[in-house]
């Protein structure tokens, strides 16, 4: 009987030192990646860890100077697809480097660098010489919405398409802020691949940080973007940080269900949760 109750309780140590951890994978531009936009710049997925603590591990994939067109065309979601392990979630934040049309002629260091997206919401093409190749340039939802189903189809949890970050909302001297035409695209491939009935969550991302930056004030915004309006000093990285997990506490992913962070202690650093969160497919 005493050895029975050796093995059982191996076996079950067993168990739970062979329970998987889900990781989750962030694909971004420099205000989400590792050494941000260099200079002493951060991205805001280099602190994700902390809000998960034991969790979940985070791989932030972001890589700077890249778009949602970018991003696919070079592999980068395809590398993350690769090593994706079913029950893994996936964030998606593109838009800095979507704007504009695609530039005829273009190199990676010329023209548009071939980043700008097609225009539309659509199903629309522009078909284009980059890299001395010809390229058909798909819509920002259409690449969203690609590399979303792939992941899904992998066997992801679920993927979650996050609003693009602001640029500093005290530039003017006033604050200032406006919801992006990216961010409608990301809402709009949200509700176009089922939402979380799909397991696909959008989160305010940049209405967060955003609602954030107005509380710290000038002063403090100022002095946290060092080379720029859109890349940050590590402590601002930290603050988006934050406000992107603020915004998946007061969504509906389960996603959030892993955070060690407690929804009052960001409301009472970040501000409280955005009322469109009542409305909008998260």
Known sequence: MKLQSMLACLLSTAIVVS???STIWLAGDSTTAPDGGHNGTEGWGQYLKYSFGDQAVVNN????????????????????AQALQPGDWVVIEFGINDAGAPQNGSTSTTGDKGRADCPGAGNQTCTVVFNNATEVVQTFPT??????????????AGVVIAEQLPTNVWESGNYSYRSPIFAYYSQLA?????????????VQHGGYAAQAQRLLGK????????????????FLADVHSQAFVLGLKCGTSPLANLVVNATARIEQARGPCLPANATLPI
């Open 19 to 21: 329970a998987k951890v």
């Open 143 to 156: 690449y969203v919405k690609a590399t979303a189903r792939k992941f899904l189809d992998l066997g992801a």
């Open 190 to 202: 949200t509700l176009e691949l089922g939402g979380p009935a799909s397991n696909v969550f959008f």
């Open 219 to 234: 002063t403090v915004v100022d002095a946290n973007y060092p080379m720029d309006h859109t890349h940050t000093a590590p």
């Open 61 to 80: 994939s972001a890589y700077a100077g890249r778009s949602a067109r970018s991003f696919t065309r070079e592999g980068r979601f395809d590398k993350i």
